[in-house]
């Protein structure tokens, strides 16, 4: 249904009380003239019964035929009675009068009533009166039976039909003035409310029409109100006031969007130049692979003009392999929707291949569509040679490094057991002094070597620290083992102190930690004359704390800032290398920092040092077992341990085999010697051996661990063994970790061997 | 609880009734006078109302005065066995007629109706029996009224039922004062309007009422009066009512006369103990509608004239 406009609702609301209103009132004052005239016409008609019934009364008494003929006519006058009858005490009719054109024709007697009508319908109304004789009163007194009592008597009774013609014609006229009436007001309430409503909703029409054309974007137009209604006054005066606001904001808007977009343009401009001047080629794909856009870079990389490049695919220009590769790749962002990043080579300008890195990026349009794929290249020719250049010098190093390490040691380790051997041997007291002396001189060559190589790797980063849980138990052990000999030898007392409640360990690096510990005790050592040395390990929180104190000669304040430097030495001018090169606090700080240990320095000269570190620290679960032995077993256990037993070893150094072979034969073993895996396997699975010394790196194809791997199956039964090896690189560690077979690093003396073995297979006889 | 209550009312009501019966009768008897003789008067009304109270009450007043004790009751209470009763009205008398009452005087009730109740009750005839003054006036008093306000006249219409003495003294009595009675009978073949009608239409030169209820009661009265008036003959009434309503005249006595001869009845009773035979009333009045003589177009003697020629003719008769 099409909805009302506001003319017709206002029209409706007024007009439909009015409406209301008029049919009712119209009704009800039909209605009650109705009932007023219904009633007007009993009242009148029984009025005239009764009157009649009194009027011949006495004509009936006497059967006074003129009398009641007389009083029959003057009712008979009246317009609307249409038949009279008169009746006697036996209800026989006396008289009778009609007017025949009119008249009903019935008798009505059959049930004479006198407290309603006859008979009604819509035309008569028939009424009926019994005539009773009017009662006088004659005596209070008794004159004989008394009959006064009880109901009067009747003479007879009249009826009368009334014709309901005049009140019909009444009724009409009536309702045809109502009608009239009711049509007039109707008719000026009809034209007033439209009067008013057209008052009303004229101007809200007018102002909507406005407002549509505000809407349309005539912002210049404003209502013009004549209206007398102050409400509409006040709207209109609103609309305008607000048309007025909306015009400014629009122009502010405006003002705006012009500063943003003239803003725009420069930052476009901005960019435009960043992306016009770039050393990076930036070129734009459509769907069919097609440049659609290119920047200077690119053209100055290719070989051509813009002309030839653009609406090109890589394949048509310049084409060949790569072109493929690129195409490809373009494809691949348009399906997948991924970025990509891939390296590419291309014959530039001048014949120079040049290498770009080649980022391919996905434009999508505001729907999430790929529109067009973008190619950034950035000419990495450069880098790429400085990188190659890198890596062949760190190889250089790791080669270097490598040799130092296994082709130095190498001839040291022969020479440590070549001196084990001679020790054994029957000596003359200026030999065995000279061998001391030997000894000490090839101690302080291996500390310095290892010190230098330390330093080596630590300068580059080789060192990477392998993690174990070591106790602290056995880590004080191996201090005091260590240690008590130097300080015996000085008279300095050596004390230690650690926390003995639980099984406290620390995770660390045991080789580093135990070359940190070195250097700091062997400092405190050499720089007490007299005293002692505590060192000690309190916990502090999770960490602990490690400390090394001495009542030693003391740091001044001017050294001590530059303790931890390369090669920095105190008092010690001429360089008496027997005091060390001055690496030792260096290798300290370096090693410690590799596990975030930070050491520090606190001393007073003439009093004291003491040097300190944290290391954290846990509380040592049962399967976390202890790495590496730092107990060695006295010499005349090794000697037990060794004697009779069979030992074969596997060592491609000539020397160093030898001299293994010297000492250990000289405890009571059976040494066989094999310079290679082969050799050793074709002899050793036939004859039975107790123990495996094994070179790491041998000539043959097969290492030390896979001999004993090879041996193990051969045999079919775990063989006893140890691994001797130069290397110390991680690598070599890592793999080792999975070994069945202990490992040692070189240089290795005879006793930290058969130490070792003993721990790790014990006594067996 | 609420019947509780209910009986405890009704209760009180009864006793509330008790103790107005004992004040009521306490105050009957407390109109006798202290030093009266023994209360052998009873005067039993018809109905404690209208003139049959005020008739009680004037003669309750004259016997006090004359110092005769008495007691009034009405006709539903319990009557006497001894003494005189006076039974006012019809129903009284009835009442007293049937009772075991010694001596009983009738008052305010018609010849006819006393000897019908003498004829009902035949024992009543033996003394002291029982005697009446009868409320309606002799028929000699009655022609004399006749021919004192219409001198000239002598058809005289009677309307009548029944044949009664009352009838056959008036026949005599017409006779001696030269009249003639115009009469006409009222019954199953001639209904009133008819008789009337005839009578009117006679020489019936005036309607004499005689006491009959069947012909003369209020709900007739209005036309015949109307009939008669439209006839212009005069109807002759035998009570005030009847003057009032469209009568000419009528001779009458009032309840006051007829109380004050009782009580000088009831004295002579005390006295000699022996009741008197019915008599007529002794005092009476006459009463004239002059509009109705106005009307009628009659020269009619005021009331009091006619009084004293009446009383004057009566005397005259030996």
């Not at chain 2, 003057?243 to 007829?258: D, H, M």
Request: charged share 20%; hydrophobic share 40%; aromatic share 6%.
């Amino acid at each position: 249904m099409k909805p009302f406009g506001i003319e017709k609702q206002v029209l409706l609301v007024t007009l439909i009380p009015i409406v209301l209103m008029t049919i009712l009132l119209s009704n009800y004052f039909i209605f009650s003239r109705y009932a007023d005239l219904e009633d007007a016409l009993v009242e009148r008609s029984q009025l005239l019964v009764k009157q009649l019934a009194s009027s011949s009364e006495y004509a009936v008494f006497s059967n006074n035929g003129e009398l009641l003929q007389q009083e029959v006519d003057s009712v008979m006058t009246q317009q609307d009675v249409n038949r009279v009858m008169v009746l006697d005490a036996s209800l026989k009719p006396v008289i009778e009068k009609s007017r025949p054109e009119l008249a009903r024709g019935e008798s009505y007697l059959r049930s004479a009533n006198e407290s309603k009508p006859v008979y009604e319908d819509s035309n008569v109304l028939v009424l009926y009166k019994t005539i009773v004789a009017t009662q006088v009163k004659l005596n209070e007194l008794d004159f004989g039976n008394n009959v006064n009592s009880g109901p009067a008597k009747s003479l007879g009774a009249v009826i009368i039909e009334f014709s309901k013609r005049t009140q019909i014609r009444k009724k009409h006229q009536i309702l045809a003035l109502t009608l009239a009436l009711t049509f007039m007001i109707l008719a000026a309430a009809i034209a007033l409310a439209l009067w008013a409503a057209r008052k009303i909703t004229r101007p809200i029409l007018e102002m909507s029409q406005v407002l549509k054309r505000f809407g349309d974007g005539d912002l210049d137009i404003r209502v013009l109100m004549q209206s007398n209604i102050p409400e509409l006054r006040l709207l209109s005066s609103g609309f305008n006031l607000m048309a007025n606001k909306l015009q400014n904001h629009q122009q502010i808007l405006e003002n705006t969007v012009a500063e943003r977009t003239s803003a725009l343009l420069a930052s476009e401009q901005e960019y435009r130049t960043l992306i016009e001047n770039t050393p990076d080629t930036i070129a734009r794909y459509d769907k069919d692979c097609r440049r659609i856009y290119i920047n200077p870079a690119f053209i100055a990389l290719s070989r051509s003009g813009a002309n030839e490049l653009l609406g090109k695919r890589p394949t048509e220009y310049p084409g060949g392999t790569n072109s493929e590769i690129y195409e490809t790749k373009i494809q691949e962002v348009f399906s997948t929707g991924t970025n990509v990043l891939f390296e590419l080579r291309w014959l530039g300008t001048g014949g120079k291949e040049i290498c770009s890195h080649i980022q391919l990026t996905a434009e999508r349009d505001l729907s999430g569509n790929i529109v067009s794929v973008l190619g950034v290249g950035h000419d990495i020719t450069e880098l790429n040679e400085t990188r190659i250049e890198l890596q062949r010098k760190e190889l250089a190093k790791s080669r270097f490094l490598a040799a130092a390490g296994h082709d130095l040691r190498q001839p040291l380790a022969a020479a440590n057991l070549f001196i084990d051997a001679l020790k054994l041997t029957a000596l003359s007291e200026k030999q065995n002094l000279l061998i001391s002396r030997l000894d000490q001189a090839m101690t302080n060559f291996n500390g310095l070597l290892s010190a230098l190589l330390d330093v080596s790797k630590l300068d580059g980063g080789m060192i990477k620290p392998e993690y174990t849980f070591v106790p602290i138990v056995d880590l004080f052990s191996w201090i005091d083992q260590t240690f008590t000999p130097a300080t015996n030898k000085k008279q300095l007392r050596l004390k230690l102190h650690f926390p003995m409640k639980g099984a406290l360990a620390i995770r660390t690096d045991i080789g580093l930690l135990k070359s940190v510990l070195m250097n700091l005790i062997s400092n405190s050592i050499k720089f007490t004359a007299k005293g002692g040395i505590l060192v000690s390990a309190r916990r502090r929180g999770d960490q602990l704390l490690f400390q090394v104190w001495d009542t030693g000669i003391g740091i001044s304040n001017e050294h001590i800032n530059n303790i931890f430097d390369e090669f920095y030495q105190i008092n010690n001018p001429q360089r008496d290398r027997t005091q060390g090169l001055g690496l030792g606090l260096y290798i300290a700080k370096r090693s410690l920092a590799l596990f975030d240990g930070n050491i520090r320095c606190h001393s007073i000269v003439g009093q004291g040092t003491v040097f300190e570190f944290h290391l954290s620290c846990t509380d040592l679960l049962n399967e976390v077992q202890p790495t590496g032995a730092v107990l060695l077993l006295d010499p005349n256990a090794q000697i037990e341990f060794v004697r009779g037993k069979n030992i074969v070893v596997v060592e491609d150094d000539l020397l160093v085999a030898e001299a293994l072979c010297g000492v250990l034969e000289s405890m009571g073993a059976n040494v066989k010697i094999f310079t290679s895996a082969e050799e050793a396997l074709s002899v050793a699975s036939s004859e039975p051996a107790d123990f495996f010394i094994v070179d790491y790196m041998l000539g043959g194809k097969l290492n030390g661990m896979g001999f004993l791997k090879e041996i193990s199956q051969t045999l079919n039964k775990p063989v006893k063994g140890i691994i001797v090896s130069g290397d110390t690189s991680t690598a070599f560690a890592r793999e080792m970790n999975n070994s069945d077979w202990s490992v040692m690093h070189k240089p290795v003396n005879v006793s930290q061997i058969i130490t070792r073995l003993s721990e790790r297979y014990g006594w067996q006889r | 609880m609420s019947v509780v209550r209910f009986a405890g009312k009704a209760c009180r009501v009864a006793k509330w009734g008790l103790l107005l019966l004992f004040f009521s009768s306490s105050f009957a008897y407390a109109n006798s006078p202290p030093n009266a003789k023994q209360s052998n008067v009873t005067v039993v009304l018809s109905e404690r109302s209208g003139l049959y109270e005020e008739f009680g009450d004037t003669l309750g007043r004259l016997l006090s005065s004359a110092k005769i004790s008495y007691q009034i009751i009405d006709a539903s209470q319990p009557i006497p066995d001894s003494g005189l009763l006076i039974g006012v009205g019809i129903k009284a008398a009835t009442a007293l007629a049937g009772s075991d009452a010694p001596a009983v005087l009738n008052v305010l009730i018609t010849k006819t109706s006393h000897e019908k109740l003498l004829h009902d009750f035949p024992g009543r005839t033996a003394p002291p029996g029982m005697s009446a003054i009868y409320l309606n006036q002799s028929v000699e008093r009655q022609v004399e009224l006749v021919t004192a306000i219409l001198p000239g006249k002598h058809n005289i219409g009677i309307l009548y039922t029944h044949v009664t003495k009352e009838l056959d003294e008036m026949h005599q009595e017409v006779k001696e004062h030269s009249l003639k009675l115009q009469e006409q009978k009222v019954d199953q073949s001639q209904t009133l309007p008819e008789a009337l009608q005839e009578l009117l239409l006679g020489r019936s030169e005036m309607l004499l009422a005689l006491p009959d209820a069947e012909i003369y009661n209020d709900s007739t009265i209005r036309n015949i009066l109307l009939a008669t008036y439209r006839r212009g003959i005069p109807l002759i009434g035998y009570s005030a009512g009847y003057v009032k309503a469209g009568a000419l005249c009528a001779v009458f006595s009032t309840p006051n006369q007829i109380a004050a001869q009782t009580a000088k009845l009831i004295v002579k009773f005390n006295g000699t103990h022996i009741l008197p035979p019915p008599e007529y009333p002794q005092e009476f009045e006459v009463k004239v509608n002059t509009q109705v003589a106005a009307s009628l177009g009659l020269q009619v003697k005021d009331a009091a004239t006619l009084h004293d020629e009446i009383e004057q003719a009566l005397k005259d008769i030996p």
